[in-house]
């Protein structure tokens, strides 16, 4: 579903606890409690309706990209002696 443009140039959604905009891989979500999420397949940002921030790496995700490079790297090591 599509806002309109004048107020949401952006698609979104909503459930009965909050607002979802989707902004290419991120999202942004709204909650009734005040908090707000930022999101993508890395990492999410919270900022709690006091405040507070926390930061949550998405760390499994990033180990598996990060044995695929270092991976690669040992395949382009052996190859080239």
């Not at 507070?52 to 995700?61: F, G, I, N, V, Y």
Request: glycine share 4%; hydrophobic share 40%; proline share 2%.
């Amino acid at each position: 579903m599509y806002a309109d443009e004048r107020v949401l140039p952006m698609p979104f959604t909503t459930t009965e606890d909050e607002l979802i905009l989707n902004w290419g891989e991120c999202s942004i979500s709204f909650h009734k409690n005040g908090s707000i999420l930022l999101a993508n397949h890395h990492a999410s940002i919270e900022i709690s309706a006091s405040g507070e921030l926390c930061l949550q790496a998405k760390a499994l995700r990033q180990q598996a990209e990060t044995d695929i490079v270092m991976q690669a790297l040992k395949h382009i090591h052996l190859n080239s002696e």
